[in-house]
Every structure is written in C-alpha cells, then in structure tokens.
C-alpha cells in the first residue's frame, strides 16, 4: 500500500496562503488551507494588483534579486494559473513609471535606484526622465510633473481575478479550502504535530503547518515560537468609473485595470487596524492623479476605500522555520502580487527542503532578534 | 408619452418638460427623474454594456448604476439621479466613455 503522505495545514487563504498551497500541491502533497472570517482585515481584498520591483531592496540585495526573480517569472507563472483555473488574470507587464512633482524625492529615488542597480546588476534596466522627456514621448503628463523613473519588469494584474484564479487553481489541484475556519490557538504536540484551534472550539490536527495569516499571524506566531512581529499599515485608494480608452502609462500609483476603471493609490499611514478611508487622503489621491495627468480632472470617483498592508518590522517578507518545533513555518510579507510566483516554487521547495534555496535564508526571522533582545 | 411603454406615470397633474433624447424630441412631467422620463417615454434600453447587452434604470435609487446616460453632453449620468430640466439633451450610451468626456458608439 502507498503510504499517504504528511498532511499540511496552511493557516491564511489570501494571497500569500494559496500562493504557498499551490506551490505545496504541485510537488505532491496534501494540503489543507484555513481560511478565516469575512471581516478579518484582508489585505489580498484591498491590494492594487501592481507586479512591482523599483527601489524594491535598495538597501538590501537579497530582497532586490528576490524581487527581480519574481518579476521574471510572472509571465510562465499567469500561464500556470489559467491552465489550472481556466482564470485569465490579464497580465500585463509593459513596464512602469514612479512619477515625481517634488524635485528632492526625485533625486532620493534615482539614489536608491542607482543603489538597486548594484545589487542586480546586469539585470537592472531602468531609465531617469526629465519632465520634459517625459511630457516629449508622452502625451497628457501634466507641467508639475518633475520627472519619472522607468522600468522595464514593472506589470499588473487584476488583483480580484487572481485571487479567485489562485483559489481555483487550489482547488483544482485537490487542495482543500474552509472557510471561516479561524484558528485561536496554535498548541504543539510532545509526539510531533499540530493541534489546532479553531474559533468555534474545533480542534484539528496536523502533521506540519505553515502560518499565512497576515496580519491575524500576531499572536499564532508566538505559539509556535516566532518573534517576528507584524504591523498594519493603511493605504487608501480611489476607484474611477470606467474609461473606453487606455491610459498611456502604467505607475505605481495610477493604473487602469484591464476592464477599464482606474486604481490610484499608493498612501500609507499608521493607523492601527482601522482600515476606513479618510477624506483628506482621498483628496490628496485626486490632486495626485490630475497634477500627473490632467485629463483625469473630469472622471468620477465612483468607490473609494481603505485596506491594511501587512509590514514586517524591516518592511522585507519573513521566511522562517521554527527552531523550536519542526515542520511549523511562518511566511509573511507585504508583496503577495507580486512574489506570487516564487511562493508557488521555490518556497515550496524550502518547507519540504527538497533543494537547496540558499536565497531565502537572509530572510529568516533572526534578523530581528538583536532589536528584540535589546 | 410613448403609449409602448411598459411603465405608467402618476395622473398627470401639472406643466410638462421637453427634452430630447438622441436627437429626438421628447417630454415627460415636470419634477421626474431622467431615469423615470426615459421609462415612460419607452422603457427601451438607454445603454449598452461593454458586451452590447441592453440596459435601463432599475434600482431608481442610485445604487445599480443601470441608467446611465449621457446627458448635456457628460456620459455615465445616472438618470435616477438626475432631475429632468427643460430643454435637456439625454443620449443613451453604448459602451465606455472616453477620457475626452464622449463615448464610443
């Protein structure tokens, strides 16, 4: 008789979570995702669909190679997805534009990209325009524009249809998914294991588990021995009514979405776990959008909301085996667009240890323990 | 009022507004929506989707953003939002607006 494999148990089923199941089911495991209740602060709901690397690792080169890795490996992965799914994400990568109207944050980003520059080498491709190169190769960019950055890897997705596609393709891969299946409570087992429980006083038990929970891995994290603390950090977007024609550019705070409306965002804010949207900010979000492209000045806002990143204390993801109780695992970060593809292979790689993935070993949660220990 | 119509206005009690829709000549009682004049007057589709599927007003409670229109030359109006004035020009819209303020179609 074939021996059953381990059962794994994935706690978090946004983006993060399922990305780590797929990854899990494709190399042959059984895998169990727990997902948690609907009003759980969700940042897979609220993200901006961006596949993004600028300045991404500027003052810290795993994160840089890491980040670049991604970017590379999206168009095999979107291809992945709607083979299992039958989901097209529309991806879409034709580079991006970071947009400055303040000449000093002009020049502190084109330092951190010459920084990033280093760290990938031959693999940075990116360009510093003038306003005026900029206003000259396109049109519609607005005279307070000061100047862009551009680089070549920059995409995006449409955030809400790769969440379903990631949870179909899940599923398709014989995963299984519960809802509203919080879990209160982490307790290791003296014989190995995991029991796990649930909200509702269920327990569950488990051969190994990887916690995914994003900003609700507060407290599990500490029952299976990780020091790693998370914190939220709002950002706020405004939602335009659709446009029938394309916006020129992609940028890190404008984008159009393959059916046409346009996503502007990119504020952040400590504000706790509040996650409501404020009007200042949503003004500030509209002046944004008309300095850098005036047309915009007359489309609606149709929906404007709040929604919280998940942030490691050095804002890099958190990729950490317990020291104290094998086969328990932490993975957070506050990228889950757009380190999707990684998760889905080499991290699954570095759980079940089948190959030798020396570059996520800098993103262990050791890192933090002289801050915590001081 | 087009006697077609699937829909019936109140008893009529006052002073009638004249409009045009596409174009064409139209009027409906003083004090409605465009969305409920644009019912009365047919109750056919006054836009399309991006697929070409007919739509019309149905929440009249500006939620389900059906009844969009362009009106005096501003497409995605919601009708059910929008009092009807004298002399107003309403044109049904077939798919997205451009970023010019027209629509395609």
Known sequence: MQQRTQEITIIGGGLVGLSVAL???????????????????????????????????????????????????WPAFAQQLRDLSGIDVALDQPGGYEFFTDPTEFDAFKAELAQQAIHLGKRARYEMLSGDDLRSQMQGIGPDVVGASFSLYEGHVNPLRFLRALRCSVQTMGGHVRLGATVSAIRPQPKGGYALVLADGETLHTEQVVLCAGLGAATLARDLGFNTQVRPQLGELLITEKLGDRLPFLSSTIRQVDEGGVQIGGTKANAGLNDHETLPIMSKLAHHAVTVFPALADVRVVRAWGALRVMSPDGYPVYAKSSMHPGAFLVTCHSGVTLAPLHTSVLAEWILNTSATPELEAFDECRFALSHAA | MNVASRFRTLPETGDRVQFTLDGAPASAPAGVTVAAALLAHSGAWTRQTVKGAGRTAYCMMGVCFDCLVEVDGTPNTQACMTLLREGMTVRRQTGLRDLNGGHCG
């Open chain 1, 23 to 73: 990854g899990l089911l494709m190399a042959g495991q059984r895998v169990r995702v727990l997902d948690g209740a609907d009003s759980d602060a969700r940042a897979s709901q609220g993200n901006f669909g961006l596949i993004w690397g600028q300045g991404k690792g500027w003052d810290f080169a795993p994160y840089a190679n890491w980040t670049m890795d991604a970017l590379t490996a």
